[in-house]
């Protein structure tokens, strides 16, 4: 079978550091190559290179056995190669067909712009994949996953043939990675080729026709998915051996650090999000959320670190209550917060890592003393958190936004967990994150629960709640459907309570769902 898409010997050198040494990478036509590595392997620098936003310092790109020089995306375009990154490139206040149309916006008679005919084509596109896309909805009001197919309408639109998917799954609830590789399988079926860039082992072996693997700049190796086991990848992306299970003893659980009381509240549109939620996470334990997004757990997350106004109902941390405290007050009472939305609510991508990783403490001893700020203690202590946690960076000096998505969740979850802490609140905390840093923040979380703290996770990766959890709520439209033991829970039983049914109600309560 021929390559459709080669690279040769890439080399991509930044200040202090050798992003891509020497990568070499073969896509063959209608197959999916899934680019697997660590969170800093070089594995976006390479795509943004065949993708034109950096130029390789050595090697070439061939497209269909001819040489390309690629010196930005219109040329990338033009040898029939898309992509759609790991944050999308959206606006949200424009429809679906506004931002398909835009960089390439046709006319009628020359003067007005020609939405009609970008709306059919976007029908046409949808049909034919499978992607099922209002044209006429705004990106504001569509989920994670209706995004990403607009991401790849867009690139299709363009006539696309090599389609470069970044982390596509890691804002994936699992019924969306499920559309999504259903999605790939047609797109395949049509005659495209895609590099499929993850971290995530299971959907490797299950969606990909081959795999490479790289490490710190350099291919390790090529594996076929039929000679490939979770551990095999998992030594060949880290360098050593992973454990793949969360190593925890029974938890020990005292009192109550936080205790939810009816609580009610409204999402950023107004619209009710939270009806009626009482819980309680106990010291010593970890609580884990579990839902299908978009079913309150964000809301419920802004109200307790007091992001979202409390409209009805009570939240008492440590006996003393909280509810529609600020955020200030919150975080200086013991609350560490992991926010699901890195970028919008847990970093200021315009500033250093040194100083995101003071951010919640910067006007306090040791990292200011009255108004001056102590640069040695910040300094510091970005040294250490970012050797502690495993920060890919040149330097603490760097801006965070500079950073790969999984290492900006890095920088986080050092800072949120190196403080003192009366309950961690960590919502989607290893999203975007590769198996080894996996391993570590799920030992960090069980470590917090173990020196006393409670800990409550939402995740949309039911993998991690049954992996992390002592106890396990199920929220559905606002609501909690039920609190259950842990260790009698089952992937089908909360999949069930995921879709609003309650086991009991149904005649065959081991009927399995999709995840």
């Given amino acids: ?29 209608g197959k999916i190559l899934a680019l697997l590595g660590e969170n800093g392997a070089g594995k976006t620098t ?66 007005f712009l020609d939405q009609a005919k970008v709306a059919r084509r976007i029908r046409e ?10 044209p006429f909805a705004y990106i504001k009001d569509l989920p994670v996953g209706i995004q990403q197919r607009v991401e790849i309408i867009k690139v299709l639109y363009r ?21 999504l590789f259903k999605i790939l399988q047609t797109l395949i079926e049509k005659g495209k080729s895609i590099i499929f860039i993850t971290h995530k082992l299971k959907e490797v072996m299950h969606a990909a026709d081959d795999i490479t693997v790289i490490r710190l700049g350099k291919v390790v190796g090529s594996i076929d998915p039929k000679d490939a086991t979770p551990e095999k990848l998992a030594t060949m992306m880290v360098g050593r051996d992973v454990n793949l299970v969360v190593d925890k003893k029974p938890a020990q659980p005292k009192e109550a650090a936080l205790v939810v009381d009816d609580l009610f509240v409204r999402d950023e549109n107004e619209n009710p999000a939270v009806r009626g939620v009482s819980f309680e996470v106990r010291k010593g334990e970890v ?98 958190l970012v050797e502690q946690y495993d920060v890919r960076t040149p330097n603490i000096y760097v801006n965070v936004g500079t950073l ?14 190196s403080r003192p802490t009366e309950l ?30 409670g800990v409550m ?21 606002g609501r909690i459907m039920e609190i259950l033991d842990a260790k009698k829970a089952s992937k089908e039983y909360l999949g069930l309570l995921m879709a609003g049914i309650h086991p009991s109600e149904t005649s065959n309560p081991q009927q399995e769902i999709n995840l």
């Fill in 1 to 29: 079978m021929t390559h459709v898409l080669e690279l040769q010997g890439i080399t991509k050198r930044f200040p202090g550091v050798i992003a891509n040494d020497q990568v070499s990478i073969a896509l063959r036509e």
């Fill in 46 to 111: 390479l795509m943004n290179i065949l993708y034109g936003l950096y130029k390789p310092d050595e090697g070439q790109i061939l497209v269909r056995g001819k040489a390309v020089d690629i010196q930005d995306p219109n040329d990338a375009i033009k040898n029939g190669i898309g992509m759609v990154h790991q944050h999308f490139m959206l606006v949200p206040v424009m429809t679906v067909t506004e931002n398909v149309m835009l960089g390439v916006e046709p006319t009628k008679n020359g003067v």
């Fill in 125 to 134: 596109i949808s049909d034919q994949y499978g992607l099922e896309v209002d």
């Fill in 159 to 179: 006539q696309a043939d090599i389609l470069i998917l970044d982390e596509p799954t890691a804002v994936l609830t699992p019924q969306e990675v499920d559309g």
């Fill in 287 to 384: 609580l884990g959320v579990a839902g299908v997004q978009g079913n309150g757990q964000t809301e419920l997350v802004y109200a307790l670190t007091g992001l979202l106004p409390v409209e009805e109902g009570k939240i008492q941390l440590l006996g003393q209550p909280i509810h529609n405290a600020n955020p200030r007050t919150i975080l200086e009472r013991g609350v560490s917060h992991v926010p699901e939305d890195r970028q919008r609510h847990g970093l200021i991508l315009s500033f250093p890592i040194h100083d995101n990783l003071m951010l919640c403490t910067y006007y306090k001893s040791p990292f200011a003393r009255g108004v001056v700020l102590q640069e040695k203690a910040i300094f510091s202590n970005a040294e250490e």
């Fill in 404 to 417: 790969s998505g999984g290492n900006q969740q890095k920088v986080i979850i050092a800072r949120e967990l």
């Fill in 424 to 453: 961690l609140i960590a919502a989607q905390p290893t999203r975007g994150l590769d198996v080894g840093s996996i391993e570590y923040i799920h030992k960090q979380i069980i470590k917090k629960r173990d020196d006393g703290a």
């Fill in 457 to 477: 996770v939402v995740s949309s990766e039911l993998d991690e709640i049954l992996a992390l959890s002592d106890r396990i709520a199920v929220m559905y439209k």
